[in-house]
């Protein structure tokens, strides 16, 4: 199983700026089958990319996705109030799927 | 407008069994996998099964092998999850996804809750 681990737990950014959260994993992911989510308190997951750089629908351009093997990034160039939340990155593809555990994006 | 609408959660007896649906509309329902996940209170997300659009193809996680079975009924738009001997480390709320697989999770219900309790 492939164990996806989020840094930093937490992080704390005010409005406009640059918001860079990591994804390692354990071994070797193909890029086409990595994935990020954003989740506010109440609501389920929203799909923010999809092979490892590609935005789902109707995501803003603020938010990319980088990195190949076993380091990724979910960059938001500058961070609305709306974007803070807690966002997980995910491998699927081959099972079993796995999430990581969590960044959480706090108001400064 | 993709629509997937879980039910089927509620208090149950550890040992006890419940069987969660997820109804879903707005697309070919037969030509996509489908999977759940799950979320225990105030944890993060778990992959629990996956389904193959034909329902040829199941998967599940450690956590929940020989207790839980993923279906489909492809001509209700219906997925499944049959879930046995349960204990407290199932509580969580059981979220309904578009995808699995290799394909992306696009859609997700809002859940529905178990609660696993004497």
């Known amino acids: 199983e492939i164990v996806l681990t989020q840094s930093p737990g937490t992080l704390s950014l005010s409005p406009g700026e640059r918001a860079t959260l990591s994804c390692r994993a354990s071994q070797t992911v193909d890029s086409n089958y990595l994935a990020w989510f954003q989740q506010k308190p109440g609501l389920a997951p929203r799909l923010l990319i999809y092979g490892a750089s590609t935005r789902a629908t109707g995501v803003p351009d603020r938010f990319s996705g980088s990195g190949s093997g076993t380091d990724f990034t979910l960059t938001i160039s500058r961070l609305e109030t709306e974007d803070f939340a807690v966002y997980y990155c995910q491998k699927y593809g081959i099972s079993p799927i796995t999430f990581g555990q969590g960044t959480r994006l706090e108001i400064k | 407008e993709v629509q997937v609408l879980e039910s089927g959660g509620g208090l149950v007896q550890p040992g006890g069994s419940l069987r969660l649906s997820c109804a879903a509309s707005g697309f070919i329902f037969s030509s996509y996998a489908m999977s759940w996940v799950r979320q225990a209170p105030g944890e993060g997300l778990e992959w629990v099964s996956g389904i193959s659009g034909g329902g040829g193809g199941m998967y599940y996680a450690d956590s929940v092998k020989g207790r839980f079975t993923i279906s489909r009924d492809n001509s209700k738009n219906t997925l499944y999850l049959q879930a046995d001997s349960l204990s407290a480390e199932d509580t969580a709320l059981y979220y309904c996804?578009?995808?699995?697989?290799?394909?992306?999770?696009?859609?997700w219900g809002q859940g529905t809750l178990v609660t696993v309790s004497s």
């Open positions: 996804a578009k995808g699995g697989f290799f394909e992306p999770f696009n859609y």
